[in-house]
């Protein structure tokens, strides 16, 4: 089943052509990669699936529901998250307050002006547990800022999850990490692909291939091709485009 | 409890022993004065909420202030006395017009945001000073202040100081506990990252939005309490001057600190009083007190007294 | 409405305009480049006026005193750049505001320590007290008309400067990415001081040629602010142009909707609430015109900043 279906997506900023006419589909459960070099616009591609951005023309549907012009706090409740490529967390706050916060979106109003949040403790719990699936529950109580970079982008992962969605978008998770941080990275997407579809921004070809059901490749906008690791790695174009003889 | 858990409470007390102290010394007219403190209070305290915590610098919210005093002063010379329609009244029309005003200018950012708000209070000013009927340029009196029966006769000074007090006292709590409840994380969340609020699903103009009306009809209840403490009002309340000071109270006090508004317009107002008393050129020596803070005190006076990063 | 006081409002527009684009164009270099929301600058367009006063008085001269401020407020300006405005280019915006502000009031009590707190009186020079005839029954006065020389003229000299000169190559390139032109190697500290210094002296002109034609006294300086604000903006923060278009935009529409919106209200309106609304509508038509080029163009006509 299509989960995602993107048709002629463009986005131009001036004369340049982020999005170039793209048509993508999504399939439910998979985990899809999209890979590309350095500008292709891979991450214009996923602020407009996420609504951060809105494209000139084209569209977006979720399940077959139009969600193009949506804004992006709509498709979180439509059930599409998205972490981002910089790390883009709220650095004053603890993680647990991080997630916590994230976990108050979808659970009812927010406007409540009486009750101190200290007091709901069905948040704090639920956030502790987001925090150990990723892997930080050890660091729970230290302030978003002060954590290491592989630490903040594990947190990255757990407050898109924190919106329970059915659609995530990863963008770079493993941008700035070293070997081992980015094994664990693997890991948790991998113990995540049961529950989810998966779309991976990713430049580290060894996780993309061991993760990826099926991998697109975006070269200046336009999709250049889509297929399985085995596909992608044996056309000729994609490895004169990006991959090189290395990755055979 | 800690020592800072206590601090506000003590305050309280001294302050509503201010009134019995002024009386033993024959000094009636710090009645007034820490009354227009505790007013101005209101009015940083109801700006800070949405400077501090939901970032929202506004130049325009001395224009809350007037509408709320305009409402009351107005209704006045209608034969409206009564303070249970009135100041309702005045807060309810103050809220509204920053809904209206937010509505608009909550579509900008940054010190577009700064401008638009300022332009609005402008037009606001320039409508007080159009309304020639009710003063116009030179001001409307009050011919008495509300009447609020429960046996309370707002006439008396130390009657409207304690209401005042009152009135403070309520707002302080409702702000600290809005800004502890849910509400308050999605403001400070707001402030510190709108981009990942929109992106964990907050619609976050419409907490913005009910946050600037909030702070706006708070703001009208400081000023309806002023008409009724000053008498009179007029558009130089409404003056833009006016929002920058009331910026700089907050600033001074401490930005998105609980008591930073209120810190703000006391030591604000209490040095105008001290170095007026020593000097007709006040100005001076408060700009250099100002610089002081702004490099020896960035982060206001309550950030001087918190932990790191403690609000 | 005569041609006669269409084209005597227009010029006037026009002449207020040229003397605010001195003030918004200062104003708007200090924030496109150096980040810096000075509040000041209109206490540096006050001071202006006020020296040109007191050496007009001394020395009877106009033409003496409009140099003589010019460089006594470039003066104060690298004073007060070199000791305060360099402090606060690492600062948040509302630090800014606050010693800006701080700066306002110890400017306008230093100012009525020294000249006292009445407004005090410049004189426009004898020689341009009469009017020059345009057109054949139009007549405009002099004085007007070299500050409209005056403001053309440096308009031109300004946009040389920033398109043809080095340094002004440096403000361009600074105006639009503030990181790139210190990466680039520029002497950030001189540059800013240039441009500080620049800005004071264009403010001190446009006061000292208002003066005969406004008050001088004390507050004038916050008064001028809030046009040259609301110029910025219209115009676009950083840009010269912008600054320029926005500058004469406003000085027209204000003195326009000053002369003509109450007689035109008059004509659909009763007579009460036309008396009543028509000043008020023309007092806020600059605030107006902001939000409409707001609305359109958030970034405001020219957006300079990358």
Do not use: C
């Not at chain 2, 022993?17 to 109801?46: E, H």
């Not at chain 2, 209840?221 to 409404?238: D, E």
């Not at chain 3, 320029?244 to 204000?254: E, K, P, Q, S």
């Not at chain 3, 609430?273 to 359109?296: H, N, R």
């Amino acid at each position: 089943m299509t989960l995602l279906q993107v048709r002629g997506l463009t986005k131009r900023f001036g004369a340049l052509a982020a999005t170039d006419a793209l048509d993508l589909d999504i399939s439910a459960g998979e985990v899809h990669a999209i890979i590309g070099p350095n500008g292709a616009g891979k991450t214009t591609l996923i602020s407009q699936l996420s609504g951060a951005l809105t494209p000139d023309a084209g569209s977006i549907r979720l399940r077959d529901a139009e969600v193009t012009r949506l804004s992006a706090h709509d498709r979180v409740r439509r059930g599409i998250a998205r972490s981002f490529q910089v790390t883009n967390v709220f650095r004053a706050m603890s993680a647990v307050d991080n997630v916590a916060l994230a976990l108050q979106a979808g659970d009812g109003s927010s406007f409540r002006f009486l009750r101190p949040v200290a007091r709901e403790r069905h948040l704090f719990a639920r956030a502790r547990q987001l925090l150990e699936r990723v892997g930080l529950h050890e660091r729970a109580d230290v302030v978003a800022g002060e954590l290491a970079h592989g630490e903040q982008r594990q947190l990255e992962v757990a407050l898109a999850l924190a919106t329970r969605p059915a659609l995530l978008l990863l963008d770079e998770p493993m941008a700035g990490m070293g070997r081992d941080e980015s094994a664990q990275m693997v890991a948790l997407i991998a113990s995540l692909r049961s529950d989810l579809t998966i779309v991976l921004v990713e430049h580290d070809m060894d996780a993309v291939f061991r993760l990826a059901d099926r991998i697109s490749v975006l070269v200046y906008g336009r999709l250049l091709a889509t297929g399985t690791a085995e596909d992608i790695r044996a056309n000729d174009e994609v490895r004169r485009a990006y991959l090189g003889t290395d990755a055979a | 409890m800690t020592r800072r858990d206590l601090l506000p409470w003590v305050l309280l007390m001294v302050a509503a022993l201010v009134p019995w102290l002024a009386g033993l010394l024959d000094q009636g007219y710090y009645v007034g004065f820490v009354r227009r403190m505790m007013i101005f209070a209101i009015a940083a305290a109801s700006l800070n909420f949405i400077m501090g915590y939901g970032g929202m610098v506004s130049l325009g919210h001395a224009a809350f202030f007037g509408i709320g005093a305009y409402v009351v002063a107005i209704a006045m010379v209608h034969g409206v006395t009564s303070a249970w329609i009135a100041w309702p009244l005045a807060v309810l029309f103050a809220a509204l017009a920053a809904l209206a005003i937010g509505s608009i200018s909550l579509r900008t950012r940054g010190v577009y945001f700064i401008m638009i708000t300022l332009a609005f209070a402008q037009m606001v000013y320039y409508l007080a000073v159009g309304l020639k009927h009710y003063g116009g340029e030179d001001g409307l009196n009050l011919a008495q202040r509300s009447v609020i029966g429960l046996g309370l006769d707002l006439a008396s000074e130390t009657t409207l100081y304690y209401v005042v007090l009152v009135a403070l006292a309520t707002v302080m709590l409702l702000l600290n506990r809005a800004v502890g409840a849910r509400y308050g994380r999605v403001l400070m969340g707001i402030r510190e990252n709108e981009t990942r609020m929109e992106a964990i699903g907050f619609a976050t103009y419409r907490y913005k939005l009910v946050g600037f009306a909030i702070a706006g009809g708070l703001a009208g209840l400081a000023g309806a309490l002023f008409a009724n403490h000053n008498l009179f009002v007029s558009p130089a309340a409404l003056h833009w001057t006016q929002s920058a000071t009331l910026v700089v109270m907050v600033l001074l006090g401490g930005i998105g600190f609980r008591y930073g508004g209120l810190a703000g317009a006391v030591a604000l107002l209490m040095l105008e009083e001290l170095l007026a008393a020593l000097t007709d050129y006040w100005h001076l020596p408060l700009g250099l007190i100002l610089l002081a803070v702004v490099f020896f005190a960035p982060r206001g006076l309550a950030g001087l007294f918190a932990r790191r990063g403690a609000a | 409405m005569t041609t006669t006081l269409l084209v005597e409002q227009l010029l006037n527009g026009l002449q207020f305009g040229l003397m605010l684009f001195l003030i918004a164009a200062g104003l708007t270099l200090v924030f496109g480049i150096m980040d810096v929301l000075n509040l000041a600058h209109g206490s540096l367009y006050m001071i202006g006026a006020y020296v040109a006063a007191s050496v007009a008085q001394v020395t009877g001269s106009f033409w003496v005193a409009l140099p003589v401020a010019t460089l006594v407020t470039g003066l104060v300006g690298l004073l007060l750049e070199t000791t305060l405005i360099r402090r606060l280019y690492r600062r948040d915006h509302l630090a800014q505001v606050l010693a800006t502000f701080a700066v306002i009031l110890v400017a306008d009590d230093t100012v009525k320590l020294i000249w006292g707190p009445a407004p005090i009186m410049l004189s426009a020079p004898a020689a341009l007290a009469g009017p020059v005839e345009l057109l054949p029954g139009v007549l405009y006065p002099s004085y007007r008309l070299l500050i409209i020389g005056v403001g053309l003229a440096l308009a031109l000299a300004l946009y040389l400067f920033v398109t043809k000169t080095r340094t002004g190559m440096l403000v361009r390139a600074g105006s639009s990415n503030r990181d790139m032109a210190s990466l680039m190697g520029v002497r950030v500290d001189r540059l800013f001081a240039t441009i500080f210094v620049l800005g004071a002296m264009l403010s001190a002109v446009a006061g000292a040629l208002l003066g005969p034609l406004l008050a001088v006294e004390i507050g004038m300086g916050e008064n001028i602010l809030i046009l040259a604000l609301v110029i910025i903006v219209i115009g676009g923060i950083g840009s010269i142009r912008g600054a320029f278009v926005g500058a004469v935009l406003v000085g027209i529409v204000d003195t326009a909707g000053r002369a003509f919106l109450p007689d035109l209200l008059h004509r659909f309106l009763s007579n009460a609430v036309a008396a009543q609304l028509g000043p008020a509508l023309a007092a806020i038509a600059i605030y107006v015109l902001m939000a409409a080029v707001l609305f359109f163009r958030p970034q405001g006509l020219f957006p300079a900043r990358g």
